[in-house]
T-cell receptor, first 112, second 117 residues
């Protein structure tokens, strides 16, 4: 299966920048997603990488290195509403093209 | 209104009872999924279906069954609930074709919190 590893929790100050890392191991890599999930709510899509490099969407950016099995999500100008869990999910072609495997998520707590 | 609707949103039941969680979607997607989420374990796939006649087991299908009654409906059953099935359950959909977003993007329902006593 996939081994998807994320750190579990981090605290950051409002206005700061935080980087959330995700490493994975699979021979069938076919894309990586980042989702945001507020407590008790549904995950919502943030970003998608399938080629190496940086994808930028407003305050959020996501980076992928396929050779290293590594991605990060960068959150800039942190706001209180960014307090949430951030889930990394890998799409794996070995199990049918649309199956995603999720990491355990990284809880980000934004403090004033 | 939510595009992916789950019922019930909260349920408390007793060990041994049969429980059904229902999911319906108005997105017109072919593919539907059931995940469970536990603290510290993340989202784990229970079952998925790529069309009405297709049912596939995920990582943790034991103790669960599903039914794809129509393209828009996918229900999850616990035939005899046990306490370690206490979790937050999510239904999700994805588009098989003709979708302009990232391939495989999942759209989640609001979740069903199940407690088995």
């Amino acid at each position: 299966g996939q081994n998807i590893d994320q750190p579990t929790e981090m605290t950051a100050t409002e206005g700061a920048i935080v980087q959330i890392n995700c490493t994975y191991q699979t021979s069938g890599f076919n894309g990586l997603f980042w989702y945001q999930q507020h407590a008790g709510e549904a995950p919502t899509f943030l970003s998608y990488n399938v080629l190496d490099g940086l994808e930028e969407k407003g305050r959020f950016s996501s980076f992928l290195s396929r050779s290293k099995g590594y991605s990060y999500l960068l959150l800039k100008e942190l706001q209180m509403k960014d307090s949430a869990s951030y889930l990394c999910a890998v799409r794996d072609r070995r199990y049918g093209n649309n199956r995603l495997a999720f990491g355990k998520g990284n809880q980000v707590v934004v403090i004033p | 209104d939510a595009d992916v609707t789950q019922t019930p949103r909260n349920r408390i039941t007793k060990t041994g009872k049969r429980i059904m969680l229902e999911c319906s979607q108005t997105k017109g997607h072919d593919r539907m999924y059931w995940y469970r989420q536990d603290p510290g374990l993340g989202l784990r796939l229970i079952y998925y279906s790529f069309d009405v006649k297709d049912i596939n087991k995920g990582e943790i299908s034991d103790g669960y069954s599903v039914s794809r009654q129509a393209q828009a409906k996918f229900s999850l059953s616990l035939e005899s609930a046990i306490p370690n099935q206490t979790a937050l359950y999510f239904c999700a959909t994805s588009a098989g074709r003709n979708f302009t977003g990232p391939p495989g993007e999942l759209f989640f329902g609001e979740g069903s919190r199940l407690t088995v006593l």
